[in-house]
């Protein structure tokens, strides 16, 4: 069975930092590339980062350039999403997603919003007050 679980969101303020949490079981996981998506109620889901397991690649969307670090722990199928320098209009619920379909990041930081996924996880609530 497949699973991703986040976890590490939470309330901070604005400034502060996260730091989100991907474990993944059930698929082979340096076969996939994983990615970290938002959504808020009423706007169009978003990529923020992704990390390619099969080329090594990263992709950030242009608001969290400088401010967020994706990593990737091959031995613990664990992807990790460390956020510093929040903002406010960074409140949303962020969901891990992994697809075998995009060998690099970019691909799926560009792509992904149009394609389901192969493999969602339930998503871990960021809350960021100003």
Request: proline share 0%; aromatic share 14%; glycine share 16%.
């Given at each position: 069975e497949v699973e991703?679980?986040?976890s590490g969101g939470g309330l901070v303020h604005?400034?502060?930092?996260l730091r989100l949490s991907c474990a993944t079981s059930g698929f082979t996981f340096d076969k996939y590339t994983i990615g970290w998506f938002r959504q808020v109620p009423g706007k169009?889901?978003?990529a923020v980062s992704c990390i390619s397991n099969i080329?090594?690649?990263t992709y950030y969307t242009a608001s969290v350039k400088s401010?967020?670090?994706?990593?990737?722990d091959n031995a613990k199928n664990t992807?990790?999403?460390?956020?510093n320098g929040l903002r406010p209009d960074y409140t949303a619920v962020y969901y891990c997603v992994a697809d075998s379909r995009f060998s690099t990041a970019l691909a799926m930081g560009i792509m992904g919003k149009f394609y389901?996924?192969?493999?969602?996880?339930k998503g871990t609530l960021v809350t960021v007050a100003s």
């Open positions: 991703l679980v986040e604005t400034g502060g930092s169009e889901r978003e080329d090594g690649s401010r967020f670090a994706i990593s990737s992807v990790y999403l460390q956020m389901g996924m192969n493999y969602w996880g």
